[in-house]
């Protein structure tokens, strides 16, 4: 599941320090190498602030995530899951989740549909890709065939089931991203075409999803 939202912007120790931050950034104090006092500066040979340990000289680099999930279809519905966890408890998601260390697109939105659904699917190919800058976010879409209609979901989800087109609870979508991807699918199986769609989603700021 897509985890609490990181802070965005809070605010940094010094007003100096504030107008070098890009947004969103996530303030730190402490090194996670060696628990020393961390400082804020452009590190010499780059052009955007890091926090950086003077005491093991470790650069501590922040980079977007990637949440990866699928478009599991059976038949002519669409699975969805009701989120156990916040944000956006009670809400709608299609099954997606952060990518794990080690593992391929693929397999992680493989492994978020087993997880949130118990969903037995044969992945298919890259439906849509969505950058979320301000909350430095790369949302990626599978699309997926279902193997069956048994589901079993997991502590993540409240309950899981399938959706016609004209059953979707558009006004209790999780998140923008997955509203976006499920427009574009029903648009694409309209015309009988599935295409790879790119896009980004833009909050005004601090208004997370
Ligand atoms: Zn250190």
Known sequence: MIPQAQALAAPAPGASAAKLLPLP????????????????????????????CAHCGTIHYQNPNLVLGTVPVWQDRVLLCRRAIEPRYGFWT???GFMENGETTAEGAERETVEEAGARIE????FSMLDVPQVKQVHLFFRAQMLGPELDPGPESLEARLFDEDEIPWQQ?????????LQW?????????YATHTGAIRYAARSQE
Do not use: H
């Open 123 to 126: 992945l298919g190919d890259l």
């Open 173 to 181: 979508i999780a998140f923008r991203t997955v509203e976006q991807t």
């Open 94 to 96: 299609l099954p997606a």
């Open 25 to 52: 950034f996530e303030t730190m104090k402490f090194c996670s190498i060696c628990g020393n006092e961390v400082t804020l500066g452009v590190p010499p040979g780059d052009n955007r602030p890091r926090y950086s």
């Open 185 to 193: 699918f029903f648009e694409d199986r309209r015309r009988g075409i």
